[in-house]
């Protein structure tokens, strides 16, 4: 019989055994028997009155305001928006928890009806009303919009400027140029579009500015304000940063034409040099890092970049060479962190352990912490470990303590086991198997570890004693860093129990207006830290329109660190969610690469099977890295359950 032990065995088991456990309330529970029945008819048109009938005749507000915006909804959706206004209206002056959506739709009905200054009257001090809504910019950009074409241009423009994200977002500052055209405010015009052709060159109203600009160039001839240098480079570097590395380069290139003398050249011939790496034109990348800065930032910052070109053309005595002269004048300078994890993943990459191990090492002892040794830190320890380097153990527990919220922790913590178990030093090794079965129990290296801490009390018998804490400093050190995860709050009682900020789309979902529910949780999901509960209804939602891939990492995203959780912290779903997931991962990489399994790639190193032949030989590590480079898409995979 197949062992319970295998990971993906386990994996297939938990799904089987949830899918069979009774589910959460249906949302149509949390409706009242009428008001669900009208739902299920409430598109068609002979319904709307009896919805209307249903609200007048309810004492609570709650329900009274969802069956006026059900109906109003609806009306709105079949294009009778004089009536869809009327009801939207309603359901906004009850209360209902989505009368900024009632309001919303209400001022739609009423521009689609040709009543501009009144929709724009019913947005009026939305943003004062509904100060956490989700529509605030919609809304926003809905009533600028009722004010132009009600001829109110200077008001529109004043609602605009008024409102301090108007120039952090593209569409919004479009707006505001169009508004100031309209107004006559030509120069005021030209700002707000330069703002966004400069600034956000990447986004969808990019090419509106730029022919709105164009017209005004002709039109305001000597008086068009001309775009400071500073504008320019904001273009350029945003492209980059875009991926437009092509119009980046036209960009920089215009800025080395126009202003041969700027103090600012540097920074873009870098720029250039940047764009000409990512597009692999090395080349021309040399040509545009040749020259030498007399500022040290700045000569650091290129010699950081020579190292990347050269490791990219494969010119390991040029990457070293680079190497030395940062080393050796500019080794306190953040960019040789960023030289020394390029040359050390080129290294890597070929294989050359005792290279990529000197790297890192560097990097290690110079900046330590630094956010590049979160991989780097990593691929450190597995250097050690291939090269027998006696400081592998010091290396492991020092990531750990840097990065305890790695996901590369449990590997971290079992091959650390695996040092101590071939060191002789049992009672250490069993200690760290131990806290790597407790701390992270549905990960990939759980029953490996079990396993082996099982073999060793078999082979000591009755002398593995209770003393492990006296006998394993590194496993009591790590204790109170690897802290248990923080158990999303919200979540336990979902089923039974939704919160304020589920309901609302549960609601929706259960009167059948399912793209508007969908909508809800996107527009919620854009503000900062939603809460868990969402990503779990949106799993539902994806699963109800048969995206499975969808629904799986919306679980998963429910509850990042479930693989370290007990069942019992979590509901039903997300661990549905997340065994389809282990599920998905182990059946594709299997497929791709039969003696790979995702977690070695996730975790950059060759997994247990890699070292069950003696001598930890190169060759036989070779193919393993190599088929790795094959699934790249699974370098960051979490652990398997």
Not at 199 to 222: C, E, G, H, T, V
Request: hydrophobic share 45%.
């Amino acid at each position: 019989m197949t062992s319970l032990r295998n990971p993906f065995v386990r994996t297939l088991c938990l799904w089987t055994v949830l899918a069979l456990l009774p589910g959460p309330a249906h949302a149509a529970d949390l409706l009242p028997a009428h008001l669900r029945e009208l739902a299920a008819s409430a598109s068609r048109r002979e319904t709307w009155p009896r919805l209307r009938s249903y609200a007048q005749s309810q004492t609570n507000p709650l329900w009274r305001g969802w069956a006026y915006f059900l109906a109003g909804y609806q009306e709105y959706e079949s294009q009778s928006y004089a009536e869809a206004a009327k009801d939207l209206a309603q359901a906004a002056q009850s209360g209902f928890p989505l009368a900024d959506y009632a309001v919303y739709y209400q001022a739609s009905a009423l521009s689609q009806s040709n009543r501009p200054q009144d929709a724009a009257a019913a947005l009026q001090d939305f943003a004062a009303r509904f100060p956490r809504s989700h529509l605030r910019e919609s809304a926003l950009t809905l009533r600028a919009n009722a004010l132009l074409n009600s001829q109110q241009a200077q008001q529109a423009v004043d609602v605009l400027a008024a409102e301090v994200e108007t120039l952090k977002q593209p569409a919004l500052s479009l707006l505001l140029g169009q508004a100031c055209v309209q107004a006559h405010q030509f120069l005021q015009a030209a700002n707000a579009f330069q703002n966004v052709y400069y600034n956000f060159p990447a986004s969808a109203q990019a090419k509106a500015a730029a022919d709105a600009l164009q017209a005004l160039r002709r039109q305001l001839d000597i008086a068009y304000p001309v775009p400071d240098v500073g504008l320019r480079r904001s273009r350029a570097e945003a492209l980059s940063k875009a991926g437009r590395y092509d119009d980046a380069l036209k960009e920089f290139g215009t800025l080395l034409k126009d202003e041969p003398t700027s103090p600012m050249v540097p920074y873009w011939q870098m720029g250039q040099g940047m764009c000409f790496l990512r597009l692999r034109r090395t080349a021309d990348a040399l040509q545009a890092l040749f020259t030498h800065y007399a500022v040290p930032d700045l000569e650091a910052q290129r010699l950081a970049l020579l190292v990347q070109v050269h490791a990219q053309q494969g010119d390991a005595l040029g990457a070293t060479q680079d190497l030395a002269q940062l080393n050796a004048s500019y080794a306190l300078f953040p960019p040789y962190a960023d030289a020394l994890s390029a040359a050390g993943i080129y290294n890597y990459r070929q294989l050359n352990w005792r290279e990529a191990a000197r790297d890192y090492r560097r990097l290690w002892e110079l900046y330590p912490g630094n956010e590049h040794l979160r991989d780097d830190g990593w691929r450190l320890a597995w250097c050690d470990y291939l090269l027998g380097d006696p400081k592998t153990s010091a290396v492991i527990s020092q990531y750990l303590t840097w990065f305890p919220d790695s996901p590369r922790a449990p590997a971290a913590l079992y091959w650390l086991g695996r040092v101590q178990e071939e060191q002789g030093a049992l009672a250490e090794a069993r200690a760290l198997y131990a806290l790597l079965a407790k701390r992270f129990p549905h990960t990939y290296y759980a029953p490996q570890a079990a396993a082996r801490r099982e073999a060793i009390q078999a082979r000591q018998g009755s002398f593995a004693g209770s003393s492990d804490s006296a006998a394993a400093p590194l496993a009591a050190a790590l204790i109170p860093v690897l802290k248990p995860p923080v158990i999303p709050t919200g979540l336990a009682c979902f089923g039974t129990a939704p919160g304020d900020a589920a309901r609302p789309a549960l609601i929706l979902q259960a009167l059948d207006l399912k793209s508007l529910a969908e909508d809800y949780l996107k527009a919620a999901f854009a503000e900062e830290n939603p809460p868990p509960e969402l990503h779990l209804l949106q799993a539902e939602l994806y699963d109800a329109q048969n995206d499975v891939t969808g629904a799986l990492f919306a679980a998963l995203k429910t509850a990042p660190s479930s693989a370290q959780m007990e069942f019992s912290d979590l509901p039903k779903e997300v661990w549905v969610g997340a065994a389809g997931i282990g599920v998905q991962r182990a059946r594709l990489v299997r497929g791709q690469c039969p003696r790979l399994d995702a977690d070695s790639a996730g975790n950059g190193g060759p997994q247990q099977s890699t070292f069950a032949h003696a001598g930890r030989r190169p060759a036989a590590l070779r193919s393993q890295l190599q088929c790795a480079g094959r699934v790249r898409l699974f370098r960051r995979a979490p652990e398997r359950l």
